[in-house]
């Protein structure tokens, strides 16, 4: 990703960048994967994904996540479909070390995580759906990378945007970053304008009405 886009990016928020995909039509927005640990950075960068299922008779052929780090480039993100499971873990400690020194912007998880403590050592920024000690060791395994998976019920192919901070985690398709960018530095510098002027001592109902924000999308 050139640094532009993720400079630009990161003076915005998910929920600038959710509205932005809502007003062109475009379906984005995850819900109840938030930071593992209170430090976690913004993170955004191209999505390199994981698409993990159960284990079984067919055996795992490598240990879940070591493909997407081997693949992904400096500032990617790995984001990982696991359905949303919070039985069994899907990343943890190795595997964050293993991306941190890749130099790679951080993980985005649709199920559960361990090794907490790891991330919080290493300043590595790991969102997901929550935590759990159970290993993926018989449980689960990966089954394919850099392929269309399903994030928090959005469709995400390898190369999309992802976009997350304490509110949660967005995704941009690739195809429409430049549009979805610029309506979200629109709406954005609107909200920062009508903050300032709340501040400044206009009434709420003075400013809401002023920038019709109820519509502001259409």
């Given at each position: 990703?050139?640094?532009?886009?993720?400079?630009?990016?990161?003076?915005?928020?998910t929920t600038n960048v959710s509205d932005a995909l809502e007003s062109k039509g475009l379906d984005g927005a995850t819900y109840g994967i938030l930071p593992t640990w209170e430090g976690c950075n913004k993170i955004v960068g191209e999505a390199v994904t994981v698409k993990i299922t159960a284990a079984g008779v067919k055996k795992s052929e490598s240990h879940?996540?070591?493909?997407?780090?081997?693949?992904?480039?400096?500032?990617?993100i790995i984001l990982i479909d696991n359905g949303g499971r919070l039985d069994v873990s899907c990343w943890g400690g190795i595997l964050a070390n293993g991306a941190k020194s890749k130099g790679l912007e951080g993980v985005v998880v649709d199920g559960a995580c361990r090794d907490i403590d790891d991330f919080v050592d290493e300043k590595f920024?790991?969102?997901?759906?929550g935590a759990v000690v159970s290993t993926a060791r018989g449980?689960?395994?990966?089954?394919?990378t850099n392929v269309t998976v399903q994030f928090g019920g959005v469709q995400v192919n390898p190369g999309d945007i992802v976009f997350a901070d304490r509110s949660g985690v967005v995704i941009i398709p690739k195809v429409n970053l430049e549009e979805v960018l610029d309506k979200a530095e629109e709406l954005f510098q609107k909200e920062e304008d009508m903050i300032r002027e709340i501040k400044n001592g206009a009434s709420m109902k003075?400013?809401?009405?002023?920038?019709?924000?109820?519509?502001?999308?259409k």
């Open positions: 990703m050139h640094n532009g886009i993720r400079e630009r990016l990161k003076v915005l928020s879940l996540g070591v493909n997407a780090i081997e693949l992904a480039k400096e500032g990617d920024s790991v969102y997901s759906r449980r689960i395994m990966e089954e394919a003075e400013v809401d009405t002023k920038y019709n924000y109820e519509k502001m999308l």
